[in-house]
Nanobody
Framework: EPQFVNSGGGLVQSGGSLRLSCAIS????????VGWFRQVPGGTREGVSC???????YSADSLKGRFTSSRDGARNTVYLDINNLKPEDTGEYTC?????????????????????WGQGTQVTVSS
């Protein structure tokens, strides 16, 4: 069963930067796309970014330029770098090992897509 260990969440001031890390075990890390989704208060779950097996990264249109995922196969770890944080970015961020392709249209979270994920990590942005 896949396991996920998160680090890097917390409280940050508006305009600041943050790096979230997620170590994934129990799944063939090198053979699956990885991604991040978030749940903001009062909002629906949305895909943030994903990285293909080959290391190509896609981010949601509304978040491009601020949110970038990456992966380190030597550490079985996926990262989410966030720049110029805004209060509306406050929410729970969750990494996933995807069972669907990571692509520009739906990241790896198309309707009906399957993935493994663990507990998320909270990011709070103060104004």
């Amino acid at each position: 069963e896949p396991q996920f260990v998160n680090s890097g969440g917390g409280l940050v001031q508006s305009g600041g930067s943050l790096r979230l890390s997620c170590a994934i075990s129990g799944v063939g890390f090198d053979g699956v796309p990885v991604g991040w989704f978030r749940q903001v208060p009062g909002g629906t779950r949305e895909g943030v970014s994903c990285t293909t097996i080959e290391g190509v990264t896609y981010s949601a249109d509304s978040l491009k330029g601020r949110f970038t995922s990456s992966r380190d196969g030597a550490r079985n770890t996926v990262y989410l770098d966030i720049n110029n944080l805004k209060p509306e970015d406050t929410g729970e961020y969750t990494c996933a090992a995807c069972l669907n392709l990571c692509d520009e249209k739906d990241l790896c979270f198309a309707s009906g897509a399957q993935a493994f994920w663990g507990q998320g990590t909270q990011v709070t942005v103060s104004s």
